[in-house]
């Protein structure tokens, strides 16, 4: 309808001002008495309404530009993790193991001058309490075992003690709560004097106590 109206209003604002000029001939030809002349003037005002109308009336049909409605945000809602939730995913989380010789530290180990370096030494500090039983078998089958041709000799000091005792792993024995003395040239300990327990694997995987004979 809009278009149609459109078209109308077009075809007659054209029309009116030929209309206009026909209108003012006829007058000066046959005057304003004239049948000719009465006859242009009410074409020209029917035109004219018509005009008018199809004006308002384009107006009123044409569609209307509403503004679009803008989009609001979308907005993430973040999930919330119950208490209970944590503390069960945490639960369910492998717990990694720590093993005393993890913090291990590789020492050089000097000639008797203190001018050469002749080995290594593995060196563990840690209080006598945490030195179990099962903590040295630990320590001796997964750590010193596997590195034996790494160190020539391996240590946990006992930190509680003064490092004056502690742990000492040489070759396939173990001597727990062993005297240790600081050797002059470096940062190595050595066995003061007998004393501790000495200790020896078994086939079942654990170390024994040695019999004294």
């Given amino acids: ?122 060196i563990i500090e840690a209080e006598s309490t945490d030195v179990t039983q099962e903590v040295i078998e630990d320590w001796y089958f997964n750590y010193a075992k596997p590195h034996e041709k790494d160190f020539n000799y391996f240590l946990i000091l006992y930190t509680d003690k003064g490092k004056k005792m502690g742990v000492l792993c040489n070759s396939a024995l173990v001597t727990k709560d062993c005297p240790l003395d600081k050797d002059k040239h470096g940062e190595t300990y050595s066995q003061a004097r007998s004393g501790g327990t000495i200790m020896g694997p078994t086939d079942d995987g654990h170390l024994k106590p040695l019999e004294k004979k």
């Fill in 1 to 122: 309808m809009s278009t149609f109206l459109t078209l109308v209003f077009m075809v007659t604002l054209i029309a009116f001002p030929i209309l206009w000029w026909k209108k003012r001939k006829a007058k000066k030809a046959f005057g304003a008495d004239s049948e000719q002349y009465k006859k242009m003037t009410l074409i020209k005002r029917v035109v004219g309404a018509v005009c008018v109308l199809s004006f308002f009336g384009v107006g009123a049909t044409a569609p209307s530009q509403q503004p679009k409605d803008n989009p609001k945000p979308e907005v993430k809602q973040e999930q919330t993790v119950k208490p209970e939730a944590k503390q069960e995913q945490a639960a369910q989380e492998p717990v990694k193991q720590k093993h005393i010789y993890d913090d291990a530290k590789s020492v050089d180990m000097m000639n008797g001058m203190g001018t050469k370096v002749i080995g290594k030494v593995s």
